[in-house]
């Protein structure tokens, strides 16, 4: 099975500062991998996607993530950090599952933005 | 278009109750997913269901069961209920999952929790 690792559960930036939010995959074939963000109470939302194409992927809400392979890394990024991206930021990577597809998740990244 | 509904919001059951849990599809998708997000981690699979039937299954004991119906909509039924069953329940839904460029789309989730 594989694993998704986040670094640092908690990240706090202040308001217009750089967001960077780690993730490591162990997949040793081609992934595809997924950045999710879920506010209070709610259910996930996709900011973006890889999926083999451009290793540089670009998403909503000004969020970006590059796919290194040689650091098994695809790192979530947003040069200018707004209050409204206050959330919990997941990384996921698709597998299969017997005949299915499953998303295996990270344990998440609590990002608080500082006024 | 309509996107992926669940109910009821929040239940509160006690330890050795059955509960059923319901997701409405996104319209014109045809594959649902179930995930359990315990407090403070990241959404676990528990199962998938395509074609009304389960082809792939998480690491979830079998007192985790489901359904899919004609219209595409699906049921979580935890048996047995235990403490540590509380949890946000995430049902999903995508096109046919032969590839893993296909994203899922999330509902709100069912908060349940178990005295």
């Known amino acids: 099975a594989q694993s998704v690792t986040q670094l640092g559960s908690h990240v706090s930036v202040s308001e217009g500062a750089l967001v960077l939010l780690r993730c490591n995959y162990s997949s040793s074939v081609p992934p595809y991998l997924f950045w999710y963000v879920q506010y209070p109470n709610q259910g996930l939302q996709l900011l973006l996607k890889?999926?083999?194409?451009?290793?540089l992927v670009k998403g909503i809400n000004g969020f970006e993530a590059e796919f290194k392979k040689s650091e098994t890394s695809f790192h979530l990024t947003k040069p200018s950090a707004h209050m409204s991206d206050a959330a919990e930021y997941f990384c996921a990577e698709d597998e299969a599952s017997g005949s299915a597809r499953q998303l295996t998740f990270g344990s998440g990244t609590q990002l608080t933005v500082l006024p | 278009e309509t996107g992926v509904t669940q109910s009821p919001t929040h239940l509160i059951k006690t330890r050795g109750q059955q509960v059923t849990l319901r997701c409405s599809s996104q319209s014109g998708h045809n594959t649902v997913s179930w995930y359990q997000q315990a407090l403070g981690q990241g959404p676990q699979f528990i199962f998938q269901?395509?074609?009304?039937?389960?082809?792939g299954r998480g690491n979830f004991p079998p007192r985790f069961s489901g359904l899919q119906f004609p219209n595409y909509s699906s049921e979580l039924n935890v048996n047995a209920l235990e403490l540590d069953d509380s949890a946000l329940y995430l049902c999903?839904?995508?096109?046919?999952?032969?590839?893993?460029?296909?994203?899922?789309?999330f509902g709100p989730g069912t908060r349940l929790t178990v005295l």
């Open positions: 269901y395509y074609r009304e039937e389960e082809n």
């Open positions: 890889y999926t083999s194409a451009a290793t």
């Open positions: 999903a839904s995508s096109l046919q999952r032969t590839s893993g460029r296909n994203e899922q789309f």
